[in-house]
């Protein structure tokens, strides 16, 4: 089979691997730095036949590496499910699949295209790459051998099909006698110019590979009665180099993958699986995994009063789930910590709206599992951090788990609350209540001697409207941290874009009884909402609050992004020494 896609390459990887008909973009993961440098607009994939004899393995030509990338699914039958299915049955009596983890190897080798042998090498050309001569023929040498291998069918099904190399075509040419894509289970994949390509690019670019591969293939199929695991078991990065330092990247790839794939589980969870508690007892098990570096302290009701977290516990207090305050603290194993981090995720494992109840069309109120969008993010990098391990740096992971619901204790609109700080909050709508368990979680995150603080939310509607479905809103007064937190997203596709801190506008959040109303009008509201959770920072103290109402959800896909995570980690790096 020879298979010819055209596309946002490195943006695609998971729709190469995953043509067969459940594709998966891995809509956080942008790699346009990429693919502006390597000018790549094809992605070309061929199926070669392993037994043809002219198709000899070099045998000296060994990889010189294989990385087993793996992760383990919230229910995987390794003793790692949820804390809820030990504990008690859920709502519905929902019990989902044990799914044990795929496993996918990487190495990196240097071998001829030729004598490569599996179910599906891809090859990423430019426009220029598919250039002929007057004999029809390609001028590539990396084309010119496969064609010819070929016996000419790749210059013929290009001419056919009038494949340039344009971005946006596509087209196939399958061989007899092979599987279907959707079963092949070994692939390769290379650049047919690759040689120009400066050596941290070709790093990036390995990255990129292996992170699609994983993210492609994966498929949350927990909650369905039928599932059906990934055929992928082995890629090899041809002609990218090999070595220690790319053997290094592909590990990093593998452990941020398993971060990302953690934060979609758990984001995709519905609320009666993922409660405050399971989430905690999540969270719990981080710091059990990763035992040489993570400590976990779980604060209940009784705990947070004595803490006097009213705005919290005025949040979670109509809930028959009680509340459970999340703490996780990373230390490296060795050395001395030089910079102290914190990471602050909203945990609504569910939002109502409260007494103010989401209400009509484009509420939203079905998919308000994702509520808790801020907390994965924060749990998601603890886990591929723990697995990193980087030096020099203390990290503290802190979530205010609980629901946003309705009942004779709950929460009233009018209803005055007084924060750790001692700020009083007239509550004007209840459903604007993740702020207010933001604003606790922001103190907590301040009394723990930190220097740095990024606390990520799906706050506001009005940050969607903004910046739409793929780009979270970046608020901070500090430029230093902006431009630490926007150089990590550079890196790792994923896309912020920095807002206003307008200070006139904190004039709408006065109230006459109280310190402050927890939300303005509807002009401005994603502004509004950080610079009430300025409020609840020390001076001191560099923050940025990121708005990911938008990125947290794949409408299309109907599927968690593990948005953010990347982001983290690569963030956290930045500051080890």
Known sequence: MLWLSIG???????????????????????????????SLRLLLLLTINPPAPRFSRNCNSAPSGVFLLTYTPLYSGRARRMAHSIARATLGLTQPNKIDPP???FAAKEID???????????????????????????????????????????EASSEEDFTGKAGQ???????????????????????????????????????????????????????????????????ILGLGSGPEIEKKLKYAGDVCSGIIFGRELVNAPANVLTPGVLAGEATKIASEYSDVFSAKILDVEQCKELKMGSYLGVAAASANPPHFIHL????????????????????????GGYNIKTGPGCSIELMKFDMGGSAAVLGAAKALGQIKPAGVEVHFIVAACENMISGTGMRPGDIITASNGKTIEVNNTDAEGRLTLADALVYACNQGVEKIVDLATLTGACVVALGPSIAGVFTPSDD??????GASEVSGEKLWRMPLEESYWESMKSGVADMVNTGGRQGGAITAALFLKQFVDEKVQWMHIDMAGPVWNDKKKNATGFGIPTLVEWVLKNSS
């Open 8 to 38: 946002s390459p490195f943006k695609s990887w998971s729709e190469i691997i995953t043509r067969d008909g459940h594709t998966s973009q891995c809509p956080p993961l942008d790699y346009s730095p990429i693919l502006s440098l390597c």
């Open 103 to 105: 496993k996918i190897s």
């Open 113 to 155: 295209v030729v004598q490569w042998k599996g179910d599906i090498l891809a090859v990423g050309v430019t426009e220029k790459d598919m250039a002929k001569d007057e004999n029809s023929k390609f001028k590539n040498s990396i084309l010119q051998k496969l064609d010819m291998q070929l016996g000419g069918l790749l210059s």
């Open 170 to 236: 596509s087209t196939v040419l399958r061989l007899p006698g092979l599987a279907k894509s959707s079963q092949a289970s070994k692939v390769a994949i290379t650049l047919a110019s690759s040689e120009g390509i400066p050596a941290e690019l070709k790093l990036s670019t390995a990255s990129a590979i292996a992170t699609g591969a994983v993210l492609g293939t994966f498929d949350d199929t927990r909650f369905k009665s039928e599932s059906k695991l990934p055929a992928l078991k082995s890629v090899d």
């Open 329 to 352: 603290c990373y230390k490296p194993p060795s050395g001395q910590v030089k910079t102290k981090l914190a990471l602050v995720g909203k945990g609504l494992t569910f939002d109502s």
């Open 481 to 486: 941290l902006a431009k630490e937190v926007l």
